[in-house]
């Protein structure tokens, strides 16, 4: 018997996908989102997680961000 599940391939570096690995296994987005681990740089996921996959990431991109400020103003 074949099982189909609609998701989407992401490719990315390790460092996130070490973060994605963390909010499915923490059930940060409310439910396991990860379909299957690929490889290195490639996970499956669930399409209809995705906007609330880019809003998490977007927090975590603020917050590792710093506001450039030009002193000589």
Do not use: W, Y
Request: glycine share 2%; aromatic share 6%.
């Amino acid at each position: 018997m074949v099982n189909v599940m609609k998701g989407i391939l992401v490719k990315c570096d390790p460092a996130m996908k070490q973060f994605l690995l963390h909010l499915d296994e923490t059930l940060k987005l409310g439910r396991k989102f990860i379909i299957q681990d690929l490889d290195d740089s490639h996970l499956f996921i669930s399409s209809d997680i995705l906007e609330s996959l880019q809003s998490k990431i977007d927090d975590l991109m603020d917050q590792i961000s710093f506001p450039i400020n030009d002193k000589d103003k």
